[in-house]
């Protein structure tokens, strides 16, 4: 099954500015199971999606899905596949150690990019359960074995040690604790930030209320609009060069979680479209 078959007239993906690489990695998953079935079951809800998003119709820009990658190197070659072509590469998790994959294609690719994650957790561990590939050292990789600069938003979970890892690395950060009365900040981007961004989103970033379905649904998360808000703001102020959605776990009996994550999904394609249409 492809992302939001049920709309899109089939095209080769040369022809498509967005690319859904599924990949269903779960191999240091700690606490809530069932991320290895997050891709699949966000393709199923796309299904039931309108192909207008409330604003236009971001698939007449072109989605195609590619083949599961089932390992990070899998991950990397799809993801070079798609810059090489011009496109959006747009990951769906799995675990957020999935992005790793991402990101060292990106950083393979040659220009400078930046890292913008909407998540509850900070995962500036350099290790994890005897691990330096968890899901809880993913951003710690980026920003020092990969030189990414790196701004968290939403975080509300952070051990002491990665409050020094974010001193060190000069990681932006807009704390969940921070953003949950006032208006949201004009400047997400710190100056001399790369134009080129990578936007990886752990759906445990938005409050549980809005997606429950997480290994770790942290209390005190980021609104749906606000949310939306966020994404359309950091789309408007940067070149989007490629996104995730990691860390779904279905509920059995419940549809809530993945649909919402498809139109999380679906919603970040049109406001990276229409920014690119708008863009000079």
């Given at each position: 099954?492809?992302f939001?078959?049920?709309?899109?007239?089939?095209?080769?993906?040369?022809?498509?500015?967005?690319?859904?690489?599924?990949?269903?990695l779960?191999?240091?998953?700690?606490y809530?199971?069932g991320?290895?079935?997050g891709?699949?079951a966000?393709?199923?809800?796309?299904?039931?999606?309108?192909?207008?998003?409330?604003?236009?119709?971001?698939?007449?820009?072109?989605?195609?899905?590619?083949?599961?990658?089932?390992?990070?190197?899998?991950?990397?070659q799809e993801?070079?596949?798609?810059l090489a072509?011009g496109?959006v590469?747009?990951l769906?998790?799995?675990?957020?150690?999935?992005?790793?994959?991402?990101?060292?294609?990106?950083?393979?690719a040659?220009?400078?990019?930046?890292?913008?994650?909407i998540?509850?957790?900070?995962?500036?561990?350099?290790?994890y359960?005897g691990?330096?590939?968890?899901?809880a050292?993913v951003?710690?990789?980026a920003?020092?074995?990969?030189?990414?600069p790196?701004?968290q938003?939403?975080?509300r979970?952070?051990s002491?040690?990665?409050l020094?890892?974010?001193?060190?690395?000069?990681?932006?950060?807009f704390d969940a604790?921070?953003?949950?009365?006032?208006?949201?900040?004009?400047?997400?981007l710190?100056?001399?930030?790369?134009?080129?961004?990578?936007l990886?989103?752990d759906?445990?970033?938005?409050?549980?209320?809005?997606i429950?379905?997480?290994?770790?649904?942290?209390?005190?998360?980021?609104g749906w609009w606000?949310?939306?808000?966020?994404i359309?703001?950091i789309?408007?102020?940067?070149?989007?060069?490629?996104?995730?959605?990691?860390?779904?776990?279905?509920?059995?009996?419940s549809h809530?979680?993945?649909?919402?994550?498809?139109?999380?999904?679906?919603?970040?394609?049109?406001?990276?479209?229409?920014?690119?249409d708008?863009?000079?």
């Amino acid at each position: 099954m492809h992302f939001l078959e049920s709309e899109i007239e089939r095209r080769p993906r040369d022809a498509c500015m967005f690319h859904v690489i599924p990949a269903p990695l779960a191999d240091t998953v700690s606490y809530g199971q069932g991320t290895e079935q997050g891709p699949a079951a966000l393709i199923a809800a796309s299904q039931q999606l309108e192909a207008h998003d409330g604003t236009d119709v971001p698939l007449r820009a072109g989605i195609f899905t590619t083949e599961t990658a089932t390992s990070l190197d899998l991950i990397g070659q799809e993801v070079t596949q798609s810059l090489a072509m011009g496109a959006v590469p747009v990951l769906l998790g799995g675990e957020h150690t999935v992005t790793l994959g991402a990101l060292r294609a990106m950083a393979a690719a040659g220009d400078p990019v930046g890292v913008v994650q909407i998540d509850a957790h900070a995962d500036l561990r350099d290790t994890y359960e005897g691990s330096q590939l968890s899901h809880a050292c993913v951003m710690r990789r980026a920003v020092e074995d990969l030189g990414m600069p790196l701004v968290q938003i939403g975080v509300r979970a952070i051990s002491e040690p990665e409050l020094t890892v974010r001193e060190r690395f000069k990681v932006a950060s807009f704390d969940a604790a921070d953003l949950r009365s006032a208006p949201l900040p004009r400047d997400w981007l710190p100056e001399g930030f790369p134009p080129r961004v990578y936007l990886t989103i752990d759906v445990d970033g938005l409050d549980p209320s809005v997606i429950p379905g997480t290994g770790t649904p942290e209390p005190g998360g980021l609104g749906w609009w606000q949310t939306i808000d966020i994404i359309n703001q950091i789309t408007r102020a940067c070149v989007v060069v490629g996104f995730d959605i990691v860390e779904l776990a279905p509920i059995a009996g419940s549809h809530v979680s993945e649909f919402a994550a498809a139109r999380l999904v679906y919603n970040t394609i049109g406001a990276i479209r229409r920014a690119k249409d708008a863009a000079p």
